[in-house]
């Protein structure tokens, strides 16, 4: 849309306790080439030493708002910076991560080289390994980043469901302010973190009309440590996906969603957060074993079994739960994804990574029987 290269854009950084890394993230802001920015600080009862870090770019820089607020969690300092957020873009940048020089000028400019009104404009990002050790510390590309192609014209998302399939980083985006309004979009308010980019992302995506998807990664993302979910201390900390992933086909079944593109890349989901699961608590564990089990009979049989990308073994634990014969599996299908996949990680992720992936194909460390 003519104009979108000269846009105010308003930034929200929902900031709890990240001094550690706070200061990097907003540097990264504030030295966007495109200039034009609103940068919305909403620190959320932070106990450490954010507010400081906040008040010293706030000074520094003016385009920098801090706004306090007591602790409410991720979604509901989102959701205030939503309401504070003046500009005609709405971009999220988490306080742990941070962006390169680049990121609003060049969606902008890619914006702005369409006619269409566009509803969002989506990146890959790049995955942050090993984050806690400096002489470790790599960057990988996402699973998005060459996956989907830069797109020529506007889509909708059954065109491209891997935009909802994969990682929810919601982050990696820009939404047109007018749209999240006109559709009255807002975070889900949980304590805490609570996933609440997993809702936001089916009620954006799933409503757009106008999606542009240009594959160059600009955002930083500290990825989870390798290890670092295992074992769960909590119940709600295991049962946590599957309630994102019911609140999900909840507004699903709201929007009246009926394109199986779109249901088939949720209870791909759906099976990515089940095995998940069972990876980090253990399918022993009695809440991990009731929710799976739930979450598997919300889908239909008949989508799961077609989706080429779930592993065979994995379509046979699944129905094997489900009480259903054993599947036939398109090897030709299942064999073609692995060789683009395997190829993938060789490519981005080096001979080991490669290795132990192949192994697990033909060694299954996942279950295969309930």
């Not at 940068?39 to 708002?65: E, F, K, M």
């Not at 592993?311 to 129905?319: D, G, N």
Request: hydrophobic share 35%; with cysteine; aromatic share 10%.
């Amino acid at each position: 849309m003519h104009g979108d290269s000269k846009s105010l854009v308003s930034v929200i950084v929902p900031i709890y306790n990240v001094e550690k890394y706070l200061d990097q993230c907003l540097k990264s802001i504030e030295a966007q080439t495109h200039k034009n920015l609103e940068i919305l600080c909403i620190n959320d009862g932070s106990t450490d030493g954010s507010p400081d870090i906040i008040r010293a770019h706030a000074a520094a820089d003016p385009r920098v708002v801090m706004v306090d607020k007591a602790n409410g969690g991720y979604g509901q300092g989102c959701n205030m910076g939503l309401r504070m957020a003046k500009g005609d873009w709405i971009s999220i940048v988490e306080p742990d991560d941070w962006i390169d020089p680049g990121m609003y000028a060049d969606m902008l400019a890619f914006a702005d080289s369409f006619a269409e009104t566009l509803d969002i404009v989506k990146t890959p990002w790049t995955d942050i390994r090993y984050w806690d050790d400096p002489d470790r510390e790599a960057p990988f590309p996402s699973t998005m980043q060459g996956e989907i192609k830069t797109s020529a014209r506007p889509i909708m998302v059954g065109e491209e469901p891997k935009l909802i399939s994969q990682h929810p980083s919601i982050w990696s985006a820009i939404y047109r302010k007018g749209f999240l309004d006109e559709k009255d979009i807002r975070f889900p308010e949980y304590p805490g973190a609570g996933w609440a980019d997993n809702p936001f992302l089916i009620e954006t995506m799933c409503q757009a009309k106008a999606i542009v998807y240009l594959d160059k990664p600009y955002y930083n993302y500290r990825s989870d440590l390798e290890g670092s979910t295992l074992n769960h201390k909590t119940v709600e900390a295991v049962v946590r996906p599957f309630d994102r992933w019911e609140d999900m086909l909840a507004i699903i079944k709201r929007l009246g969603i009926t394109d199986k593109r779109i249901l088939r890349a949720h209870c791909q989901r759906g099976i990515n957060y089940s095995f998940g699961a069972i990876h980090d608590d253990g399918w022993d564990n009695p809440h991990v074993r009731e929710r799976v089990t739930k979450c598997f009979h919300e889908m239909d049989p008949e989508l799961v079994l077609s989706i080429d990308d779930i592993a065979p073994h994995r379509k046979k634990f699944y129905c094997d739960v489900m009480g259903l014969p054993k599947p036939k599996i398109n090897y030709p299908a299942w064999w073609a994804h692995l060789v683009k996949m395997t190829g993938t990680t060789l490519k981005n992720e080096g001979p080991a990574k490669f290795l132990k992936r192949v192994g697990r194909v033909f060694k299954p460390t996942e279950p295969t029987q309930a």
